[in-house]
């Protein structure tokens, strides 16, 4: 066994056993603690949970790859999210755990946008549950493939077996996000962002302190056939107009990103949420920065290379292996697949719980016990992962297929819910009406954009997406009744200067 090998293991063995402990401590509890960690969360674990759950196997791979590959226009998606991220902390955060809990104590956020209005009506929480359901099934496969590029790069017995690769980081998932729930997800998260945040420092630390990459690398000489550009200009500015708009549009996906706005809901009390903002900003502009800083690094001294041998979403694995000894390597390495991991049980969770509380619970069992809730979402995220595992399978290999299936999802998700979740929370006048016209027209929008014009204008399908939700819940809510007294309560109590947890 090497070394590589025994590291990955001993990483394995503890996200296992986190999801055992908190499944023994979680045993006969009801569906808020399974599915929200029964609002107890503290500020260190909700933001570096909220933070590593975001920055997929994309944060090392996809991202880093791409800026490789196709230049410095990329970098404006890091400028977009850590700009997105700082203004979700800031404005929705504390808001939005104020609210969930004056909105029926809810626990999911279809639940919150139905409660929100006191509507009996369930056809918002059905739709957002399916519109869930869709995008976290596509996100989730994106993960798939991150964690099986390093699992047969570590692992030689894996090389060429991408199907077993894939199954063995499937099955390893879904143990603990089964067995353990939200505190499960949240505590591996929180351990598993520490190790993404020390793995994305170290790698462009060292290389600045032993090595002297010549800039005059940026320019690659590429072999013929091979993908990527030759030229790669270092001012990021200089970058075409569509890649700095489609760039700082990414930042808008935040205000409608189900497994990150659960973990301001699930923090112990809204005062909390000043400390949690303060690590969250700080950790990703510092992951942001450096992935962008060992992609440039990374062309300089291997681009040629990843670039001809058409694998440039690997320069992390390859700096990583030139630079540090075997043990090392294997930790490092490890933290490709926390970043994975660490999205994709989120994002099962979620889904599963939106089904369950949103779909089985108020259509089907309405009288539903505790202990079948909880058994129906487990089987969901078992059918959740089956349907990525078969995605991540067809779905394409390398950067441009985790951007593509991130990018994808991210879109549908931030058109959809985001401006409806700013306008509830900010504005008393929205009514349900509005969120569920808000909700449609934006995922509508966003995908007719995608299949259609996204390829032809260079423009990223979340922003004309998010644009139309946000008239459409506007247009809808002033052209519709106003607000229930019900309604109207809700948002004075939750906005009130003597509001308490």
């Known amino acids: 066994m090497t070394l590589e090998l025994l590291a990955f293991i001993l990483y394995f063995l503890a996200v296992l056993s986190i999801g055992v402990f908190f499944m023994i401590r979680s045993k006969g509890t009801g569906e808020e603690e399974y599915f929200l960690g029964g609002r107890g969360m503290g500020p260190w674990v909700t933001a570096m949970s909220a933070q590593a759950s ?37 404005l929705v955060a504390k808001r939005l755990r104020r609210f969930s809990k004056v909105a029926n104590d809810s626990i999911t956020l279809p639940q919150y946008l139905t409660n929100r209005f006191a509507s009996k009506n369930k056809a918002l929480q059905i739709i957002s549950a399916i519109v869930f359901l ?12 991150a964690g099986k590029t390093v699992l047969t790069s570590v692992i030689p017995q894996l090389a060429g077996k991408d199907e077993l690769a894939l199954l063995i980081f499937a099955l390893i998932i879904i143990a603990y996000t089964f067995s353990g729930g939200f505190k499960a997800v949240c505590w591996t998260d929180f351990f598993q962002g520490l190790m993404m945040l020390v793995a994305v420092l170290a790698v462009p630390i060292v290389i600045i302190a032993t090595k002297n990459p010549d800039p005059a690398n940026l320019t690659l000489t590429l072999a013929e056939g091979a993908s990527g550009i030759g030229e790669f200009n270092v001012n990021p500015f200089k970058a075409s107009p569509q890649d700095i708009i489609s760039g700082l549009a990414w930042g808008l996906g935040y205000f409608g990103m189900p497994h990150i706005l659960v973990r301001f809901m699930s923090i112990k009390k809204s005062s909390m949420m000043k400390k949690a903002s303060t690590v969250a900003i700080i950790w990703v502009v510092l992951s942001l920065g450096s992935a962008i800083a060992f992609a440039i690094l990374g062309r300089m001294l291997i681009g040629e290379k990843l670039v001809n041998a058409g694998a440039p979403e690997t320069v992390f694995i390859e700096l990583v292996k030139m630079l540090f000894p075997s043990f090392i390597v294997g930790l490092l390495l490890s933290a490709i697949v926390a970043a994975a991991m660490s999205t994709a049980d ?8 939106s089904f369950t509380s949103d779909i089985y619970k108020p259509v089907f069992r309405k009288n539903a016990s505790d202990k079948e809730i909880l058994w129906v979402g487990r089987a969901v995220v078992i059918i959740v992962s089956v349907v990525a595992f078969f995605i991540a399978s067809n779905g394409g290999k390398g950067a441009q297929a985790i951007m593509n299936m991130v990018e994808n999802a991210w879109g549908g998700f931030g058109a959809a819910f985001g401006p409806v979740i700013i306008l509830s929370l900010f504005w008393k006048k929205t009514t349900y009406k509005g969120a569920v016209a808000g909700v449609v027209g934006g995922a509508v929008t966003d995908i007719l954009w995608l299949i259609f014009l996204t390829a032809k204008t260079g423009i990223y399908e979340i922003l004309p997406g998010f644009v139309v939700g946000l008239v ?8 519709d009744k106003n607000p229930s007294p019900e309604a109207l309560a809700i948002f004075e109590k939750a906005t009130a200067k003597d509001y308490e947890d």
């Open 346 to 353: 989120s994002q099962l969770l979620v889904a599963s719980s």
């Open 134 to 145: 869709v995008f976290f099934t596509l996100y989730v496969a994106s993960g798939f493939v």
């Open 472 to 479: 459409c819940c506007i247009v809808a809510s002033l052209l």
């Open 54 to 90: 975001d920055m997929s196997g994309w944060l090392l791979m996809g991202f880093p790859g791409s800026i490789l590959a196709f230049g410095m226009g990329k970098v404006w998606i890091g400028i977009g999210l850590a700009i997105g991220t700082s203004l979700n902390w800031i």
